[in-house]
Every structure is written in C-alpha cells, then in structure tokens.
C-alpha cells in the first residue's frame, strides 16, 4: 500500500521521523520502526490537539 501523504519532521535532514499517510491508517516512525494508527486514533489524536487537550511541550 502506498502512502498518500508522506511528511518529515525535520527539514534538515532526511532521517527524522515520518508521518504516513495511507487511506484507512497513519503510521509515525523511522527507519523501519514505526507505529501505526487506526483511522478513529488518528482522528482521536487530531480532535484532542485542535480542542487544545493537547499541546506544545
């Protein structure tokens, strides 16, 4: 399966973490470790930043 969205979370180098997007699951990791979320956890995650319950550490 091929991700739809791929992003870095670093813009100076290419070995940081990536986010992958895919039609039915994220998955956040590096390298070959990475973790993957359903659909309703990512979008759990997503309402609890936009609704400020989380945050900048």
Do not use: H
């Not at 969205?5 to 290419?14: K, P, R």
């Not at 940081?16 to 995650?45: H, K, M």
């Amino acid at each position: 399966m091929e991700a739809r969205i791929v992003l870095s979370l670093c813009l100076e180098c290419g070995a940081c973490p990536e986010v992958r997007v895919y039609d039915d699951a994220v998955a956040i990791g590096e390298g070959e470790t990475f973790v993957q979320l359903s659909r309703e956890a990512w979008n759990l995650l997503v309402d609890k930043v936009l609704n400020g319950e989380l945050s900048k550490l």
